[in-house]
T-cell receptor, first 114, second 113 residues
């Protein structure tokens, strides 16, 4: 069965600093990978996705992620965070066949300090 | 304006009561999903449906039921058999085919009185 690990429950960064959120997955084939963001009490918004091809993917709001097969990782990065980036971030892995169910990590809460 | 709507935003359940959460989409998506979100546990799949009149259990289906009579609607009933229903419930939908993305509604928070 597929699984996702987000090792950091909570991260605090200063506004303007760089950010990297970690995601490791377990899946037997080439995975479909996603990053979603959730503001308090809201639904999830897609930041970016990887299906195939270029392993560095660009998303909305200046985020990017890199798929590294050898490390089973799909870390999310942003060169300079803004106070509006404070939210919870979820990594998910999808089945690359059939019904493409998603399995989510437990999330990383991001706090931005001035 | 296309999207996924969930209602109500907040729902209160009394002991022994069944309650139904609504999920509607006008994206013409074939597949729809229900997730439960608890603090520190991420999202867990309750039920999903890939086509009208068909649905499958997810990882935590016990105490829940669904129906899919129309393409645009996928209501979730939380039955009295669900002993710990307090959670945030999220509905999602996805177009058919491969390499498609799930899009999420705004969620319903269910509280037990």
């Amino acid at each position: 069965a597929q699984s996702v690990t987000q090792p950091d429950i909570h991260i605090t960064v200063s506004e303007g600093a760089s950010l990297e959120l970690r995601c490791n997955y377990s899946y037997g084939a080439t995975p479909y990978l996603f990053w979603y963001v959730q503001s308090p009490g809201q639904g999830l918004q897609l930041l970016l996705k990887y299906f195939s091809g270029d392993t560095l993917v660009q998303g909305i709001k200046g985020f990017e992620a890199e798929f590294k097969r050898s490390q089973s990782s799909f870390n999310l990065r942003k060169p300079s965070v803004h106070w509006s980036d404070a939210a919870e971030y979820f990594c998910a892995v999808g089945e690359s066949f059939g019904n493409e169910k998603l399995t989510f990590g437990t999330g990383t809460r991001l706090t931005i300090i001035p | 304006d296309g999207g996924i709507t969930q209602s109500p935003k907040y729902l209160f359940r009394k002991e022994g009561q069944n309650v139904t959460l609504s999920c509607e989409q006008n994206l013409n998506h074939d597949a729809m999903y229900w997730y439960r979100q608890d603090p520190g546990q991420g999202l867990r799949l309750i039920y999903y449906s890939q086509i009208v009149n068909d649905f499958q259990k997810g990882d935590i289906a016990e105490g829940y039921s669904v129906s899919r009579e129309k393409k645009e609607s996928f209501p979730l009933t939380v039955t009295s058999a669900q002993k710990n229903p307090t959670a945030f419930y999220l509905c999602a939908s996805r177009s058919s085919g491969t390499q498609e993305t799930q899009y999420f509604g705004p969620g319903t928070r269910l509280l037990v009185l």
